[in-house]
């Protein structure tokens, strides 16, 4: 919408007070930023906002089809902070005139608190309702870093295998004291095809990819986006999953198993041996002691002569008790 200058603002401070911030927060700015978009408005326009990190904000522009406001400084950027009854128009903190961008620092951000945004030439100024949102609705993180995959385990038929991949959180997105809780979807394709599977969204930097084939490549990326909020940031830098054989250290399991067994029954055979020649074995450790083998002696009578002494020797114990 454009309108003249000299009532501009009192008829623009009527609209944005009559404006329900309530029911439309994130309106704005619903599509992605595209300066040559055919069906974009003829009139100069905001093509995007975003914040990355809920501490600071961006908007671009675009002159349309009026190519005499394409100059540097032939458009400017004022924006209008619901902050108190006394808010007024201001101007763009910081221009980058190269990318037709307006660059809201850490004190010109706020959130939970509307703003609204206008372009004005020396003549007219151009204002468009759903020019209007809050920082937390504009959030797009960056996407996360250090993307790296490593292999759980193989199916027992060598046919898929399962994969945990883990990242860390975008550098710009303060997570650790809770100033911006994200959420991440994982999405991976096989190479050389054009269908994604995205995974359940979820908090967590790592998740696990189960089923992918044996000798097949996949190519996974992430992308997060806060976790109240609908609107995503750009993906990450994709990886590469490629498993074409059995690692070593799964096929050295099944060697293991063999080995043991084939201790176990090398010492049951052992033990089978021993019982089954256990005389024999006996007869090698314990050979019998051989009888006395003098001529002239004859054995009987050497065991009756025998069996006299140790009668003499108990006789004689018993006569010598008595007497004393």
Same mark, same amino acid.
């Given at each position: ?214 000798? !097949? ?75 006395? !083998?003098? !001529? ?6 050497? !065991? ?21």
């Amino acid at each position: 919408m454009a309108v003249s200058s000299p009532s501009s603002n009192i008829l623009l401070l009527l609209l944005i007070s009559s404006l329900d911030w309530l029911s439309t927060p994130g309106l704005a700015f619903v599509s992605d930023r595209d300066h040559t978009n055919p069906s974009a408005p003829l009139e100069p326009h905001f093509t995007e906002c975003i914040s990355r990190e809920q501490e600071t904000f961006r908007c671009w522009w675009s002159p349309g089809t009026f190519h005499n406001l394409s100059t540097p400084g032939a458009l400017r950027v004022f924006y209008f902070k619901k902050e108190s009854p006394t808010s007024e128009w201001r101007e763009c903190p910081q221009y980058i005139h190269s990318n037709r961008e307006c660059f809201f620092d850490k004190n010109h951000t706020s959130i939970w608190i509307p703003y609204c945004m206008q372009l004005r030439s020396q003549n007219t100024t151009f204002f468009n309702d759903d020019d209007c949102f809050t920082v937390e609705n504009i959030v797009r993180p960056d996407p996360p870093v250090s993307l790296n995959w490593t292999l759980l385990n193989i199916s027992p038929s060598g046919l898929s295998y399962d994969v945990m991949v883990n990242w860390e959180p975008p550098p710009s997105a303060d997570v650790r004291t809770g100033w911006m809780r994200i959420m991440y979807e994982i999405q991976y394709r096989e190479r050389n095809t054009t269908k994604w599977e995205a995974l359940e969204m979820q908090p967590q930097s790592q998740q696990t990819i189960f089923g992918l084939h044996i000798g !097949k490549g996949y190519e996974v990326h992430i992308r997060c986006r806060m976790q109240a909020f609908t609107k995503f940031g750009e993906f990450s830098s994709s990886i590469f999953i490629h498993v074409t054989e059995i690692p070593s250290r799964e096929t050295t399991f099944p060697l293991a198993v063999v080995l043991v067994f084939g201790i176990v029954g090398i010492l049951i055979l052992i033990m089978l041996i021993i019982v089954s020649q256990q005389h024999r074995l006996m007869m090698i450790l314990l050979p019998p002691v051989p009888a006395p !083998k003098i !001529k002239g002696i004859d054995p009987e009578l050497l !065991k009756v002569h025998l069996f006299l002494l140790g009668y003499s020797a108990l006789l004689g114990c018993f006569l010598y008790e008595q007497k004393y």
